[in-house]
């Protein structure tokens, strides 16, 4: 069946906020004299329990950690770590050519939708996508929730779409959605396991959507 959509995850995909966002968790916890193990990091990559998992890590070390006090000036770090940040390479290539074709553009992320769209603005890309689906407003992943939703706001079916993550929380939310998925790991999450994909490129630049779309049957 034709594409006539392409979805993508945010935090990681479109872009690499989740460099800054991990930066300024291991920030915050240095400065609390803990170091921040990568494991606990990659379990919540992709879901909405990033924050609520690493305030009550840090608790364990740290005694009257208040996330209140913290949040603020852990926010404003990221902003400050983002501002020279811009899509991930070849992703403005996708896009461009996914417009070229007609196809329809989603995101489908666990973030809530005051980031997200914040981003897509920063980036200049939040008039390139007519459907735009957060945690905040549907389950988050790996529930399918966001995706099933994309779907919708963009008329097509599962099998009329393909998604894009960079985890396997995100591929396992848009697989359940029964959604062709190519996962493009950045450098955090290169080393987890993307076996539920149907395909793994180490960048949107490996290889071209045309080839993508001729791969699964457009």
Request: aromatic content about 6%; hydrophobic content about 50%.
């Amino acid at each position: 069946m034709a594409t006539k959509a392409l979805i993508f995850d945010f935090d990681g995909t479109l872009a690499d906020t989740e460099a800054a966002v991990l930066r300024s968790w291991q920030e915050m916890f240095t400065a609390h004299g803990v170091e921040l193990p990568l494991d606990v990091w990659h379990t919540v990559i992709g879901t909405q329990n990033t924050a609520t998992t690493m305030f009550a890590l840090l608790a364990e070390h740290v005694e009257n950690v208040d996330p209140a006090a913290l949040r603020p000036a852990m926010r404003a770090r990221v902003q400050e770590l983002l501002v020279a940040d811009g899509p991930r390479e070849g992703v403005l290539s996708y896009l461009d050519e996914a417009a070229e074709r007609g196809l329809a553009l989603g995101v489908a992320s666990s973030s809530s939708s005051t980031w997200v769209h914040a981003q897509l603005e920063r980036l200049g890309l939040a008039s390139r996508f007519a459907s735009v689906e957060t945690g905040d407003r549907h389950a988050a992943k790996p529930r399918p929730d966001t995706y099933l939703a994309a779907l919708r706001a963009l008329g097509v079916t599962a099998e009329e779409a393909l998604a894009f993550e960079d985890s396997p929380h995100g591929v396992s939310a848009a697989k359940a959605a029964g959604i062709i998925t190519v996962a493009v790991p950045n450098p955090i999450t290169a080393a987890l396991d993307f076996g539920k994909a149907d395909l793994v490129l180490p960048s949107f630049a490996a290889k071209p959507l045309s080839a993508l779309l001729a791969q699964f049957g457009s």
